[in-house]
């Protein structure tokens, strides 16, 4: 799919490639994709002598996959960063706290008092409240990836799109591919799309999917293996060790056509518009139950921080008493003592609630302006006509059938029309001439009306 089918998933906007009808999938290595990368070298195997004809489906959990593979380096950087950064900065303000505290009290401390009592201070509370944040992070670190997951899935938005059942498109759909000499074609429900070999990166994999990389979007397309004979992955590897990222040995195929009262445009989105797409992801219902759901988490558990750190305290004492006689003053310290981390704690989430709102805003148009940045040179074209919607550019081209759209929603002079999942086609109106606009509007009302319903 030409750059400008924008795809809205955590954490960023990026231009999708629509394979097949649709995006999105699952079955995956909890520790991360172990990836394996068919490279582009020289001297290169001989172009196989047959094109390689197969189908495979898509899912919406497979979508989530190719998005988690687009984002592995910066999502194993924040993993990484748990036990590089946060461990020592937590383990640093504990240490900090607890000598603190224990040199404060019973008043102040000249220096020489301080080492001079040294010898006192109790370090079994210091070691298992530090024993306790590595607990803790690790646990995190070991749960990144699942947490990584359920954000991009709630980002994501319902598998059947804004107010539509989730259950009409979150089953599988059938794509045919077809590679030969001019590159690869895909074919699914109301969606052909082309990709020339030039535009094609390499092949990359993980123990149950192959991803093939584009240019045309950030997202790869995903395989799943199981889907694939032996005979079908070998003679995918061949023809992407051939053919990939070098020019077409042969011509590519026709661009779909269009009616003679198609409307043609070129387009390239502006920063100001990909806000509204970005916005749109983060403001789904889904995105505000999962942050609801995550506020609850640290409340809970933060609250529950004082009364773990006083049984495991209980635990680790040599001379600890029997329970029956311990528990009585250990309930006594919680219920006196618990609601402080559980007080900070919803002070932290109100103030996060408060400000969210104010920089998400923020953050959407820093992303906006680096992901207009980062966007390949050139414009796409766009006809949009009665059998719907064609896009091209560098020599990629795919037909979208009205069929294939969720409705439409407009943000100012921006078009927006979801497809499944978290797919969507921006058309900015201002490309149009007001005559060609006002047709534009016309086919879009009489193809999408407002209250479109998932097919």
């Known amino acids: 799919m030409p750059s400008h089918v924008e795809r809205v998933s955590c954490?960023?906007?990026q231009p999708p490639t629509i394979t097949g009808t649709v995006p999105h999938a699952e079955p995956r290595n909890p520790?991360?994709?172990?990836?394996?990368?068919?490279?582009?070298?020289?001297?290169?195997p001989p172009l196989p002598d047959a094109p390689l004809t197969f189908e495979a489906p898509l899912t919406f959990e497979h979508r989530i996959t190719g998005t988690l593979y687009a984002q592995r380096r910066p999502l194993a950087a924040q993993r990484r960063r748990i036990l590089t950064l946060g461990l020592p900065v937590l383990w640093f303000l504990a240490v900090l706290g607890a000598v603190s505290a224990w040199a404060t009290s019973g008043g102040r401390r000249s220096l020489s008092a301080l080492w001079r009592d040294l010898s006192g201070f109790d370090g079994l509370p210091l070691a298992a409240g530090l024993g306790l944040i590595a607990l803790a992070l690790l646990t995190h670190y070991a749960l990144h990836p699942w947490f990584a997951r359920r954000r991009v899935k709630a980002l994501m938005g319902p598998p059947g799109g804004d107010g539509h059942d989730p259950g009409q498109d979150s089953g599988s759909v059938p794509v045919r591919y077809r590679l030969d000499g001019a590159g690869l074609t895909q074919i699914a429900p109301e969606l052909i799309s082309f990709v020339p070999w030039p535009r094609i990166g390499g092949l990359a994999e993980d123990r149950h999917h192959l991803f093939l990389t584009t240019e045309?979007?950030?997202?790869?397309?995903?395989?799943?293996?199981?889907?694939?004979?032996a005979q079908t992955l070998a003679g995918l590897?061949?023809?992407?060790?051939?053919?990939a990222d070098r020019p077409a040995p042969a011509p590519p195929p026709a661009e779909p056509a269009t009616g003679p009262d198609s409307v043609r445009a070129t387009m390239r989105l502006t920063a100001e518009e990909r806000v509204p797409l970005i916005l749109r992801s983060l403001e789904n219902p889904w995105a505000r139950r999962a942050r609801l759901t995550g506020a609850a988490a640290w409340l809970v558990g933060l609250s529950l921080l004082y009364p773990a750190l006083l049984l495991m305290l209980w635990a680790v004492d040599p001379y600890r008493v029997p329970l029956s006689d311990a528990l009585p003053l250990f309930a006594e310290m919680v219920a006196r003592d618990f609601w402080k981390p559980a007080a900070f704690t919803a002070v932290v989430i109100a103030g996060f609630f408060a400000v969210h709102a104010y920089a998400r805003r923020w953050f959407a148009g820093d992303l906006a302006r680096q992901l207009e940045a980062e966007a390949p040179p050139g414009e796409a074209g766009i006809v949009i006509g009665e059998?719907?919607?064609?896009?091209?550019?560098?020599?990629a081209h795919a037909h979208l059938g009205w069929p294939l759209f969720r409705g439409r929603v407009r943000a100012g002079d921006l078009l927006i029309l979801p497809m499944r999942w978290d797919e969507v086609l921006p058309v900015p109106l201002r490309i149009f001439e007001p005559e060609a606009r006002a047709r534009v509007e016309a086919l879009v009302e009489r193809h999408l009306p407002t209250g479109t319903r998932a097919r």
Request: charged residues 20%; hydrophobic residues 35%.
């Open 11 to 13: 954490p960023t906007t």
């Open 31 to 44: 520790r991360g994709p172990t990836l394996s990368v068919v490279p582009a070298i020289s001297g290169r």
């Open 216 to 229: 045309i979007g950030e997202v790869p397309i995903v395989l799943p293996k199981a889907s694939l004979s």
């Open 237 to 243: 590897r061949h023809w992407v060790e051939a053919c």
């Open 387 to 395: 059998t719907g919607i064609v896009t091209e550019k560098d020599g």
